[in-house]
């Protein structure tokens, strides 16, 4: 078994960029996506596959890794990206699912 | 467009059953992966189980395998979640998630969620 670690909370200034990461070992072998959750909705994802967009995303958000680390970084960090922030991947057996335990992003 | 259409709000007691559902449209049911995420109040994310309906191959998270169970209707285009005893400690928002035949673990979709509520 195994679990992603993300930091509680991070805040950064109006049109400045922001790192938010996620660590875990089953990270060195899989893939990790990041979904936006704004108060009172549904989670939304805006990266996959590590450093993949979705259409409709803008591109101030982006997504790398390195060993066992992903990241979501926002470029220009705008007052709308204010959300809680979740990674999620395989555990080390690649079987099940796991969910980090969120990130609360303030911009200032 | 993808939708992901949940039942509504449920007020339960303890020991009481519920199914809740997801209807799906927008493509094609059998082809992806079907699941559900619980947020507890104020919590994060929690992966709960999937099925991939065409065949109904099941996955479940340790924490929730004989708690709940995941089934699908193939002709009606609808996942369920049902619990045949409610605790108190269900009470939650649960989220429908669609994803990608071949990566389960990718919830490319989610519904509005089903709040429930369980109080004696």
């Known amino acids: 078994s195994s679990e992603l670690t993300q930091d509680p909370a991070v805040s950064v200034a109006l049109g400045q960029t922001v790192r938010i990461t996620c660590q875990g070992d089953s990270l060195t072998s899989y893939y990790a996506n990041w979904y936006q959750q704004k108060p009172g909705q549904a989670p939304v994802l805006v990266i996959y596959?590590?450093?993949n967009r979705p259409s409709g995303i803008p591109d101030r958000f982006s997504g790398s890794d390195s060993g066992n680390t992903a990241s979501l970084t926002i470029t220009g960090a705008q007052a709308e990206d204010e959300a809680d922030y979740y990674c999620n991947s395989r555990d080390s057996s690649g079987d099940l699912v796991l969910f980090g335990g969120g990130t609360k992003l303030t911009v200032l | 467009e993808v939708q992901l259409v949940q039942s509504g709000a449920e007020v339960k007691k303890p020991g009481e059953s519920l199914k809740i559902s997801c209807k799906a449209s927008g493509y094609s049911f059998t082809s992806s992966w079907i699941g559900w995420v619980r947020q507890m109040p104020g919590k994060g994310l929690e992966w709960m189980a999937v099925i991939y309906p065409n065949d109904a191959d099941t996955k479940y998270s340790p924490s929730f395998q004989g708690r709940v169970t995941i089934s699908v209707d193939k002709s009606l285009s609808t996942a369920y979640l049902q619990w045949s005893s409610l605790k108190t400690s269900d009470t939650a928002m649960y989220f429908c998630t669609k994803h990608p035949r071949g990566s389960y673990y990718l919830a490319e979709d989610w519904g509005q969620g089903t709040p429930v509520s369980v109080s004696s």
């Open positions: 596959r590590n450093n």
